[in-house]
């Protein structure tokens, strides 16, 4: 009997043992990982949950905005829309026109132009000048050369609208042979300048080429006929006035009128004016006095009028440079000060 219960209690030892010795199994926890790889843990573990990205608040100063584009003006883009409709009602009428290739943007039209009074269309492809009523009637052809009188290389030989009158007349048309690298880009020299008359369309020419200028009030035009001389034609008497300088020179700009079409501005350069020490002159034509007086006279580089802003000043160009500069003749001697 004490046999059997020893034997007992030593089995309930050693399995008490036996369970005492054993380790829990590890479980595995899937742990979601940048890398999606499994991890092992006795005990089950938190990861910290992501930080949202901060809010970016709006600035308090606002951000620039882009500038509006330039508005185009709605007169003109009705002078606009109503030169497309007068080239496409011509060339609608006359097909030949349409190889010269016109051409209209939102701001203007490149090679129509309608005379100041509304009555005639100029069409141009440099070449050649076509002449209309702005009712479709086909005034004449105006070629660069019967204007211009003899060949030359096609590309050199332009046509331009020079004036048109001012009681409705008379178109000037201007032909240019092209310069030899002198400063007639900046004076505007033609070759020649012809009158067209806008009754019948014949023409003649004028005999006056170089530089030329139509006086405001339209009663006079004033040009150069040589190195020294300079004529004012008036165009309703045709008498002439000549004013001669006290030297000679080789170019004369363009002939810049007062306001009041009574005072003339311009420049004069001589034969080498790109030579450093040359000088270039300013000269006035009074035609109240029936004076020719200098200006002002300095080294080049040369100064160049532009135009009148007011009774005693002039906006003029320098060679070579950009911006503006004011000749005040309210002073003595005249002033000449930058506009910028």
């Known amino acids: 009997m004490n046999i059997s219960k020893r034997f007992s209690s030593f089995t309930l030892l050693l399995a008490f043992i036996l369970v005492s010795c054993v380790q829990p199994q590890e479980t595995p926890v899937v742990i979601s990982t940048v890398t999606n790889e499994a991890m092992y843990t006795s005990t089950p573990t938190m990861l910290p949950s992501e930080t949202p990205s901060p809010t970016i608040s709006p600035s308090k100063t606002p951000r620039p905005t882009e500038p509006p584009s330039p508005t185009i003006p709605p007169s003109t883009l009705t002078a606009v829309a109503t030169l497309q409709s007068l080239m496409a009602s011509l060339i ?146 045709h008498e002439e006035s000549i004013f001669n300088t006290e030297d000679y020179y080789q170019f004369f700009s363009k002939f810049v009128w007062s306001p009041d079409g009574r005072r003339i501005i311009f420049a004069a350069t001589p034969e080498h004016w790109y030579e450093e020490g040359t000088t270039a002159t300013l000269y006035m034509i009074d035609l109240d006095n029936e004076t020719l007086s200098k200006v002002y006279e300095a080294v080049m580089p040369f100064y160049y009028p532009v135009r009148w802003t007011e009774a005693n000043k002039v906006i003029l160009n320098l060679e070579g440079e950009s911006g503006e500069w004011t000749l005040d003749l309210s002073v003595s001697p005249p002033q000449i000060t930058s506009s910028q």
């Open 92 to 237: 609608n009428q006359y097909p030949e026109l349409e190889k010269y290739g016109y051409i209209c943007y939102p701001e203007y039209c490149y090679s129509i132009i309608i005379s100041p009074d509304g009555q005639f269309t100029a069409l141009t492809n440099v070449n050649v000048i076509e002449l209309f009523r702005t009712n479709g009637q086909r005034i004449g052809t105006y070629p660069f050369y019967d204007l211009y009188g003899y060949q030359i290389d096609y590309r050199d030989g332009y046509v331009s609208v020079a004036h048109w009158s001012k009681d409705g007349k008379l178109l000037y048309i201007a032909t240019s042979a092209g310069g030899d690298g002198g400063p007639e880009p900046y004076f505007g020299y033609e070759s020649s300048l012809a009158r067209v008359n806008l009754k019948d369309g014949t023409w003649e020419d004028t005999g006056i080429s170089g530089v030329f200028s139509f006086s405001p009030t339209d009663q006079y035009i004033a040009y150069s006929t040589n190195e020294s001389e300079i004529r004012i034609l008036d165009l309703q008497s």
